[in-house]
């Protein structure tokens, strides 16, 4: 079946650590993009890229990194710089210029303590 | 002002009802409108897809586009306790410039 894996489910940081959340779709779609979700705040974009080896910062890239190596691939690194980075991370990918949606994955927690 | 509106709820309505769930938004350079349905720690799911003004309809579920007051709406008819969920509004400016509203949270009771 078609579709995006995040992994993992969920992740626990310590304070001062980086941690990295996957992202792998097999729907061949050329765009991809990170989302944080926070209650009461809908979707807020982090970044995308439309092709390999590139990709914009979008609206709270601050304290986050990416990389696009593989068109399959989009990996997130939480950085030690993102002083709240308690919430749920959707990555989603679409079709390039397609303007009928995107599809999500399944969603990682990521929770400091 | 966000760009988009949309009242979180909670909303909970008995099996059966009528669902209207409703987004607003403030810059009519958005052309294609979507809700998305999210159950508990998922990924949102693709529900409808609009892009005029009017009405589409998808078995149970109606989305309304009406672009001159900049106001969608969904229309869950004879509701199930399946429906149980975050419904999201999203609506596109430009090529895959996709805004989301906050959410409704939907119960519906047996």
């Known amino acids: 079946d078609g579709g995006i894996t995040q992994s993992p489910k969920y992740l626990f940081r310590k304070e001062g650590q980086n941690v990295t959340l996957s992202c792998e779709q097999n729907?061949?779609?050329?765009?991809m993009y990170w989302y944080r979700q926070d209650p009461g705040q809908g979707l807020r974009l982090i970044y995308y890229s439309q092709i390999v080896n590139d990709f914009q910062k979008g609206d709270i890239a601050e304290g986050y990194s990416v990389s696009r190596e593989k068109k399959e691939s989009f990996p997130l690194t939480v950085t030690s710089a993102q002083k709240n980075p308690t919430a749920f991370y959707l990555c989603a990918s679409s079709i390039q210029g397609f303007n009928y949606g995107y599809t999500f994955g399944s969603g990682t927690r990521l929770t400091v303590v | 002002q966000k760009e988009v509106e949309q009242d979180p709820g909670p909303l909970s309505v008995p099996e059966g009802a009528i669902v209207s769930l409703n987004c607003t938004y403030s810059?009519?350079?958005?052309?294609?409108f979507m809700w998305y349905r999210q159950y508990s720690r998922k990924g949102p799911e693709l529900l409808m897809y609009?892009?005029?003004?009017g009405n589409k309809e998808d078995g149970r579920f109606t989305a309304q586009v009406d672009k001159s007051s900049k106001y969608i709406s969904l229309f869950i008819r004879d509701s199930q306790p399946s429906d149980s969920a975050t419904y999201l509004c999203a609506m596109v400016k430009n090529n895959n410039d996709m805004r989301f509203g906050a959410g409704t949270r939907l119960t519906v009771k047996p």
């Open positions: 729907l061949n779609h050329d765009a």
């Open positions: 810059n009519s350079a958005f052309q294609y």
């Open positions: 609009t892009y005029s003004s």
